[in-house]
C-alpha cells in the first residue's frame, strides 16, 4: 500500500490554500494519485457500473468508445490519471488537467486514452486519444475532476492552451435502445467516484 509522506500532506495542504483545488478523494477518503489505477464508478445506484471498452456505433472491430457497465456490480477496467503538470507526490487536485487512460488496455494497437469527438452531431468520449504534449494539438484530450454535491463528476474544460476556445461540457452518459451506456458531454453530469483497483 501507497503511504503519503507527511512533507507531502503538508505541500499539499499548502498548495490547496494557496491554489483554491483540493486533493480528489478515492473511496478510502485518500488523495487519487499517479501511477496507481482507480476504478470509475457511478457514484449513485442505479447508474449502470463501471468503466469499460466497446466497439464504436459503427460496428468496427476494434473497441474505441468508452462505455459503462450495464451491470452496477460490475466495476469495468481500471484507468490511470496523468497530470499535464505534475506535482510533488503525483496527487491529482480538483479542476487540474488530466489525462485518463485505462489502465493496460490497448485498443487497435495503442494505449486507450479518453478523447472527446464529434460522432452524429454528439459530442462523445472514445478512446482515440493519446498521453501528454499538452497544447493545442491535443486539446481534446484533456480532462478535470470537479467537486459535484458530495460526490465528483468529469468535466471537458481544458485550459492547456491559452488560445484556444474549447465547447466545455461535463461528462454524463446516455443509454441506447440497445442497452448500451455510453458516455458523452451533457447538462445531466454523472456522479462518479474513485475507487482503488487493487489495495
Given at each position: 500500500?501507497?503511504?503519503?509522506?507527511?512533507?507531502?500532506?503538508?505541500?499539499?495542504?499548502?498548495?490547496?490554500?494557496?491554489?483554491?483545488?483540493?486533493?480528489?478523494?478515492?473511496?478510502?477518503?485518500?488523495?487519487?494519485?499517479?501511477?496507481?489505477?482507480?476504478?470509475?464508478?457511478?457514484?449513485?445506484?442505479?447508474?449502470?457500473?463501471?468503466?469499460?471498452?466497446?466497439?464504436?456505433?459503427?460496428?468496427?472491430?476494434?473497441?474505441?468508445?468508452?462505455?459503462?457497465?450495464?451491470?452496477?456490480?460490475?466495476?469495468?477496467?481500471?484507468?490511470?490519471?496523468?497530470?499535464?503538470?505534475?506535482?510533488?507526490?503525483?496527487?491529482?487536485?480538483?479542476?487540474?488537467?488530466?489525462?485518463?487512460?485505462?489502465?493496460?488496455?490497448?485498443?487497435?494497437?495503442?494505449?486507450?486514452?479518453?478523447?472527446?469527438?464529434?460522432?452524429?452531431?454528439?459530442?462523445?468520449?472514445?478512446?482515440?486519444?493519446?498521453?501528454?504534449?499538452?497544447?493545442?494539438?491535443?486539446?481534446?484530450?484533456?480532462?478535470?475532476?470537479?467537486?459535484?454535491?458530495?460526490?465528483?463528476?468529469?468535466?471537458?474544460?481544458?485550459?492547456?492552451?491559452?488560445?484556444?476556445?474549447?465547447?466545455?461540457?461535463?461528462?454524463?452518459?446516455?443509454?441506447?435502445?440497445?442497452?448500451?451506456?455510453?458516455?458523452?458531454?451533457?447538462?445531466n453530469p454523472l456522479a462518479v467516484k474513485f475507487k482503488k483497483a487493487f489495495k
Amino acid at each position: 500500500m501507497r503511504i503519503i509522506s507527511f512533507f507531502t500532506l503538508i505541500f499539499i495542504s499548502i498548495f490547496s490554500l494557496s491554489s483554491g483545488q483540493s486533493p480528489v478523494l478515492d473511496t478510502d477518503r485518500n488523495p487519487l494519485v499517479t501511477g496507481r489505477p482507480y476504478y470509475i464508478l457511478p457514484a449513485t445506484s442505479g447508474n449502470g457500473g463501471g468503466m469499460n471498452l466497446s466497439p464504436t456505433t459503427f460496428n468496427q472491430t476494434c473497441p474505441l468508445d468508452v462505455t459503462q457497465e450495464n451491470n452496477e456490480q460490475e466495476n469495468g477496467l481500471p484507468l490511470n490519471f496523468l497530470l499535464a503538470i505534475p506535482n510533488k507526490g503525483g496527487v491529482v487536485l480538483s479542476s487540474a488537467d488530466i489525462n485518463i487512460e485505462f489502465s493496460g488496455a490497448m485498443t487497435c494497437g495503442k494505449p486507450a486514452v479518453w478523447q472527446v469527438e464529434s460522432v452524429n452531431g454528439q459530442r462523445v468520449v472514445s478512446s482515440r486519444g493519446h498521453v501528454g504534449n499538452p497544447g493545442p494539438d491535443t486539446i481534446s484530450n484533456w480532462f478535470k475532476i470537479e467537486k459535484y454535491e458530495n460526490d465528483y463528476k468529469i468535466v471537458f474544460c481544458p485550459s492547456v492552451c491559452n488560445t484556444c476556445k474549447p465547447a466545455c461540457g461535463d461528462i454524463g452518459s446516455t443509454q441506447a435502445k440497445d442497452g448500451r451506456i455510453s458516455l458523452l458531454l451533457s447538462n445531466n453530469p454523472l456522479a462518479v467516484k474513485f475507487k482503488k483497483a487493487f489495495k
